[in-house]
């Protein structure tokens, strides 16, 4: 798995779903789009300029008809995603080891 940082740069909802988030991340080299189903969790304005740990090299999958490049983390606090943030900031694209 290729795991790096990632800068959330834009966010809205995907329309006619509950759950999922559609997500434009900058990863240094590339701006990429995710889906996430984090949208009863978190609001699209407060996702903004967080920086998140992404699954980078996963194959391209389309999810409620959008193309997904990517994963996010997210711990599992009792049924509810906690995304995985940096402790610091650090360049979109660095590689976690």
Known sequence: MDLRVAKIIEVEKV???ENLLKLQIDLG???RQIVAGIAKYY??????G???????????KIIFG??????LLAA????????LIPEKEV????KIR
């Not at 609001?43 to 903004?48: A, K, N, S, T």
């Not at 967080?50 to 391209?60: D, G, R």
């Not at 959008?66 to 994963?71: R, V």
């Not at 599992?76 to 995304?83: C, I, R, T």
């Open 50 to 60: 967080k920086e998140i740990v992404v699954i980078s090299n996963l194959e391209p």
């Open 29 to 31: 080299k590339e701006i």
């Open 76 to 83: 599992d606090n009792k049924g509810e995603p906690v995304l």
């Open 43 to 48: 609001r699209p304005e407060d996702l903004i």
């Open 91 to 94: 360049p979109p694209g660095t």
């Open 15 to 17: 329309e006619g779903s």
């Open 66 to 71: 959008l193309e997904s490049k990517g994963m």
